[in-house]
C-alpha cells in the first residue's frame, strides 16, 4: 500500500481492525442486513412449530374427556395445522432469500479479502519470501481461506439461528414454568466452564493443525515443480516419505484435537441430555402435585427439546469459530504485513547512470556471512559495465540491491546521484529491465509473455520487438504463431529460444537500463549467434550492467569490474586487466566461454 493509503485508510481501518475480517462485510450491508434480519424472523417463526405442536398434543391432551366436543375439537386442530402450514410457507419462501443473500454478501465479502490478500502479497519486500517457503505461504492462505469461507456461509447463519432460538425458546418455556425454567438456567454455568477449559485447548491445536497440513502442501508443491529431479534422482520413496511423515505430524495433532473436542461434544451432550431429564422429571412431579398444566408441560418438554437440539451442534460452531479465530489472525498478519512503497513520483524520473557507494550488505536470512563488504562501483548512462568473478562473489547480490529487493547495510545506491527515496522504488524498477540467466515462462501465449514487459503494448508492438529481438522467425514458424502456449502447459522452447523472448520483453520494456545475466551453458553457435544479435540490439542506447560470462562480451564492455569476496578486485578494461595479469587474467583463461 503506498504511503498515501496508509493516511487515507487510517479511519476507515480502525473500524474494519475492531470488526476483524467480518469489517470486509460492510460493503454488502445492504445485502448482509436485510439477511440477517431474514435469519432472525425465520428463526423465530421456526418457534411456531413447537408452539402449534404443543397446542394440537395439549388441546386434546388438556381437554375434559367426560365431555369432549369432538367436531369443536377437530376444527381447531384443522385450523392450528392450516395455520402452521402458512407459517412454514412464509419461513420457506423468506428462507430462499435468506440463503441467497448470504451467500452473496459472504462471497462477495471474501472476494474482497482474497483480492486485498493477493494484492499485499505481490507486494511484499523479497526478505519475506526469503523467511517463508512460497508452497507454505500459497497452502496456508487457501486453507485459512476456505475456512473462512465455510464460517462465514455456515457457520455464522448457524450460530445466529441457534442463539435466536435460544432466545426465543427460553420466553416460551419461562411461560409455561419459571419454576422448570429457573432449573434448567442452572446447566448453564456448567456450559460456560466448558467452553473457558475446551475452547482455548481447540483453537491451539486446530492452528497447529492447518500449520501441519500447510506443511504438507509444501511438500506436494515442491514435488511437482521440480518432478523431473525427483524423476532423474529416484526420489519417489524419498518424496512419498516426507509426505507421508508430515501427513503423520498433521494427524497427531488432529487427533489431540479431536479428544478435546470429543470431550467437549460428549460432555455437552450430557449436561443438555441430563439436564433436560432432570427438568422432565421435576416437571412430572409438579404435573403430580398440580402445580403445572398438562398444557404447559406439553409446551415446556417440546420447547427444551426444539431450544437443545440447535445447542446440540453448540460444540461444532464454537470449534469452528475458534478455527476460524486462528485463521482469520494469520489472514490478517498477512494484510498487515508492510508492503514495499511501490508508488512512481509524480515527476517521472529519467535515470541514466549508477552507482554504489561502499555497500555492505548481509542476507537477512544469513546473518553470519557479509555477502558485499565496501562495494563501489558507477556506471555512467550509456556504458557498459561487465561484472566477473566466481561463482558466490556477490555478483547477482549486487543486482538485487539496484532493483531495492533488500535495503544496503551500509553506503547507498545511488541513480544519477539520487538515492531510492528521492527516486521512488517505483521509477527505479522502471528503469531497469532485467534479462535473466534461466528464463522461466509463465502459462500463457508466446504474445502475453512478450507483452509481461509492458502490459498493455499493442500486438504490432510485440511483433516488433520480437523482430529485435531475432524471435520472430521461430515464433513464426508455429501453427499458432505468437498465440502457441509456453510455459508449464504449452510448447517447450529451447534455451536459446526462452533468452529471445526474454530479450524481445526487455526490449519492448524499453528500459534506461539493463541488467543481463548472461547464460552460463554453450547454446550451439547458430542461437549463439541469434542471441548475441538480440543481445547487441537491446543494448543500444542503454546503461548496461552485465554478469558476463564470455570473453566476447566483456572484450565490448567499456568497463570490467572483478568482484571476489563480496568487493571489487580488479576494474579495468580487458587489455589492461590483461596486462596486470591477476585474478582477470586468470578467470579469461579458465572460465570464458567464447
Ligand atoms: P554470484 O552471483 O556472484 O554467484 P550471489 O550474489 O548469488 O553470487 O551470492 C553471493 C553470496 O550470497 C553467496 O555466498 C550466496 O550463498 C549468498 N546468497 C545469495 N542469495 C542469498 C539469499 N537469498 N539468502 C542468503 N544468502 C544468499
Known amino acids: 500500500m503506498s504511503k498515501v493509503d496508509k493516511k487515507r485508510g487510517k479511519a476507515g481501518a480502525s473500524l474494519k481492525d475492531a470488526m476483524g475480517l467480518y469489517g470486509y462485510m460492510g460493503k454488502y450491508k445492504m445485502i448482509f442486513i436485510p439477511s440477517l434480519a431474514a435469519l432472525f424472523f425465520t428463526a423465530a ?36 395445522v392450516l395455520t402452521l402450514i402458512a407459517v412454514l410457507l412464509v419461513q420457506a419462501i423468506i428462507s430462499y432469500f435468506r440463503v441467497r443473500g448470504f451467500i452473496k454478501a459472504g462471497e462477495s465479502a471474501l472476494t ?55 432466545l426465543g425458546g427460553l420466553v416460551f418455556i419461562f411461560i409455561a414454568s419459571p419454576k422448570l425454567s429457573l432449573i434448567m438456567l442452572c446447566s448453564i454455568p456448567l456450559v460456560i466452564l466448558a467452553i473457558a477449559i475446551f475452547g482455548r485447548k481447540i ?12 506443511d504438507s502442501n509444501v511438500v506436494i508443491e515442491e514435488s511437482v515443480q521440480s518432478i523431473a529431479d525427483v524423476k532423474s534422482f529416484g526420489n519417489e520413496d524419498f518424496e512419498q516419505n516426507r509426505y507421508e511423515e508430515s501427513l503423520s505430524r498433521f494427524m497427531g495433532v488432529t487427533l489431540q484435537g479431536a479428544k478435546a473436542r470429543a470431550a467437549f461434544t460428549s460432555f455437552i451432550i450430557f449436561t443438555l441430555l441430563g439436564t433436560i431429564a432432570t427438568v422432565v422429571w421435576f416437571g412430572a412431579q409438579m404435573l403430580i402435585d398440580g402445580d403445572i398444566s398438562e398444557g404447559n408441560f406439553v409446551l415446556f418438554v417440546l420447547f427444551s427439546i426444539f431450544v437443545a437440539a440447535p445447542l446440540g451442534s453448540f460444540p461444532e460452531v464454537m470449534s469452528q469459530l475458534q478455527k476460524t479465530a486462528g485463521a482469520t489472525e494469520r489472514i490478517r498478519e498477512l494484510m498487515d504485513e508492510p508492503t514495499e512503497d511501490l508508488d512512481r513520483l509524480a515527476a517521472t524520473i529519467e535515470i541514466g547512470g549508477l552507482e554504489l557507494k561502499d555497500v555492505e550488505f548481509t542476507y537477512p536470512s544469513r546473518p553470519d556471512k557479509k555477502v558485499l563488504d565496501g562495494v563501489n562501483l558507477t556506471v555512467e548512462p550509456g556504458q557498459r559495465l561487465a561484472l ?48 535473466p540467466q534461466e528464463v522461466l515462462l509463465f502459462g500463457g501465449s508466446i504474445l502475453e509473455n512478450i507483452a509481461y ?18 524471435a520472430h522467425d521461430f515464433i513464426d514458424e508455429f501453427t499458432e504463431g505468437y498465440e502457441t502456449l509456453v510455459g508449464p502447459r504449452g510448447v517447450k522452447l ?35 549467434l541469434l542471441v548475441q544479435e538480440a543481445l547487441a540490439e537491446l543494448m543500444k542506447n542503454r546503461t548496461s550492467l552485465i554478469i558476463a560470462h564470455r570473453l566476447s562480451t566483456v572484450k565490448d564492455a567499456d568497463k570490467i569490474l572483478v568482484v571476489q569476496g563480496g568487493a571489487i578486485a580488479e576494474q579495468g578494461t580487458h587489455d589492461e586487466l590483461m596486462a596486470k595479469g591477476g585474478t582477470y587474467k586468470l578467470l579469461a583463461e579458465t572460465q570464458f566461454n567464447s
Do not use: C
Request: no cysteine; aromatic share 6%; hydrophobic share 45%.
Open 112 to 166: 474482497d479479502i482474497r483480492k486485498r490478500v493477493f494484492a499485499n502479497m505481490v507486494r511484499l519486500p523479497m526478505s519475506y519470501y526469503m523467511e517463508s517457503r512460497s508452497g507454505e505461504l500459497s497452502g496456508r492462505v487457501a486453507n485459512d481461506l476456505g475456512v473462512l469461507r465455510e464460517t462465514l456461509l455456515t457457520t455464522v447463519p448457524q450460530f445466529a439461528r441457534m442463539i435466536v432460538t435460544l
Open 203 to 214: 483453537k491451539g491445536f486446530s492452528k497447529q493443525a492447518q500449520d501441519a497440513l500447510a
Open 388 to 435: 566477473v568473478g566466481p561463482s558466490g562473489s556477490g555478483k547477482s547480490t549486487i543486482f538485487s540491491l539496484l532493483l531495492g529487493f533488500y535495503n544496503v547495510d551500509k553506503g547507498s545506491v545511488m541513480f544519477d546521484g539520487k538515492s531510492f527515496d528521492e527516486v521512488g522504488l517505483g521509477n527505479a524498477r522502471a528503469a531497469m529491465a532485467v534479462v
Open 494 to 528: 529451447s534455451g536459446g529460444q526462452r533468452q529471445r523472448v526474454a530479450i524481445a520483453r526487455a526490449i519492448l520494456a524499453d528500459p534506461k537500463i539493463l541488467l543481463l545475466d548472461e547464460a552460463t551453458s554453450a547454446l550451439d553457435s547458430a542461437s549463439e
Open 453 to 470: 514487459g509492458r502490459p498493455g503494448a499493442t500486438a504490432d508492438e510485440v511483433k516488433e520487438a520480437a523482430k529485435k529481438a531475432n
Open 45 to 80: 417463526l421456526s418457534l411456531a412449530f413447537p408452539y402449534f405442536l404443543a397446542d394440537l398434543i395439549g388441546g386434546p391432551l388438556g381437554a375434559d374427556h367426560s365431555d369432549i366436543d369432538t367436531t369443536a375439537l377437530a376444527a381447531k386442530v384443522n385450523r392450528v
